[in-house]
């Protein structure tokens, strides 16, 4: 539709003149805006499909291995493992469930709980055995050691009482031996610091010397 150049009034088609200000409608000029009216407008960019460049691809979280779940437990209790293996054989899930409940493998009568827990576990049973034979073998030294001194105290001190020892010439000898047999003890702490230093980082190493022994097939 075209507008007056003069005063912007609406005109229709075949309008000479404006009706409110009198003006002579000047066809080109009518043609002009009616060409700049009914030209399309430019087409504004769409921001929403921009090329955006690629994408980074997510990581698909569910087609990661876990091997936490390369286990099912049974019926009966026991575990049954799948999945990778280490460098020691043992399945990756296995290592991964019960490394930390190991540690109780190596505290006194503690390794009843990954014995009665863990069942299925080869894992696990590696290293109760390991704490069953440092557990037995902690209980002999402590027995042998007190007949020992036993033995030495009826020897060195015939007859006298234990509150009267120190009064002995053989006082000193005897306060030594039992010094070192204290000393002696604390070879079984330190198996149970390295045994839980293993099971904790994966690993299946015997103790030194006891560890060889197998009570658990």
Not at 56 to 70: D, E, G, L
Request: glycine share 8%.
């Amino acid at each position: 539709m075209p507008f007056c150049t003069k005063c912007g009034n609406k005109l229709s088609d075949d309008a000479k003149f404006c009706p409110v200000c009198g003006s002579a409608i000047n066809e080109q000029t009518s043609q002009d805006v009616n060409t700049t009216q009914g030209q399309p407008q430019a087409e504004q960019p769409n921001f929403n499909q921009q090329t955006r460049g690629p994408q980074q691809s997510q990581p698909n979280y569910n087609n990661q291995t876990n091997a936490n779940v390369n286990y099912t437990k049974n019926p009966d209790g026991t575990y049954t493992f799948t999945g990778p293996v280490n460098e020691d054989g043992m399945y990756v899930s296995d290592v991964e469930k019960n490394k930390y409940l190991n540690i109780l493998s190596y505290l006194g009568i503690l390794f009843l709980i990954p014995l009665l827990t863990a069942k299925g576990s080869k894992y696990s049973r590696f290293h109760v055995n390991q704490g069953i034979v440092l557990f037995i073998c902690t209980i002999a030294y402590g027995i042998i050691r007190g007949i020992l001194l036993a033995v030495l105290a009826v020897i060195m001190f015939p007859g006298e009482e234990p509150y009267l020892y120190f009064l002995s010439p053989n006082f000193g000898i005897y306060n030594a031996i039992q010094i070192i047999f204290s000393i002696l003890y604390l070879v079984f702490p330190a198996l149970a610091v390295y045994g839980i230093y293993n099971t904790c980082t994966g690993k299946i190493k015997e103790l030194p010397v006891i560890g060889k022994f197998k009570l658990l097939k």
